[in-house]
Nanobody, 123 residues
Framework: QVQLVESGGGLVQIGDSLRLSCTYS????????MGWFRRAPGKEREFVAG???????KYLDSVKGRFTISRDNAKNTVYLQMNSLKPEDTAVYYC?????????????????WGQGTQVTVSS
């Protein structure tokens, strides 16, 4: 019923930037909270950034100051601007939508997920 379509992943070098996009459709409305998660090689999936319907944001400590999450409600799109990328940022990044009113940071609180997009940061 709900679909999330991600784009923007790729292979970059240390210090480069990428902007991930996630467009959502179906029953998801502009009042859904949105989040980005990632799964690094050999690691469990972790919360990266989230944004509420009122543009309140949360970030993983290691990406604060480097990553920025934003949304365009008119376009049903959420973005993750990633600057100063590091090898530790290499992961599959997932977009997620949350029906709950509180901006969550754990994956079990999100209801819908995109397919994931690979981000690789090389040295």
């Amino acid at each position: 019923q709900v679909q999330l379509v991600e784009s923007g992943g790729g292979l970059v070098q240390i210090g480069d930037s990428l902007r991930l996009s996630c467009t959502y459709s179906g029953r998801i409305a502009s009042n859904y909270n949105m989040g980005w998660f990632r799964r690094a090689p050999g690691k469990e999936r972790e919360f990266v950034a989230g944004i509420s319907v009122t543009a309140v944001t949360k970030y993983l400590d290691s990406v604060k100051g480097r990553f920025t999450i934003s949304r365009d409600n008119a376009k049903n799109t959420v973005y993750l601007q990633m600057n100063s990328l590091k090898p530790e940022d290499t992961a599959v990044y997932y977009c997620a939508a949350d029906l709950l009113p509180v901006l969550a940071t754990t994956e079990d609180e999100y209801d819908y997920w995109g397919q994931g997009t690979q981000v690789t940061v090389s040295s």
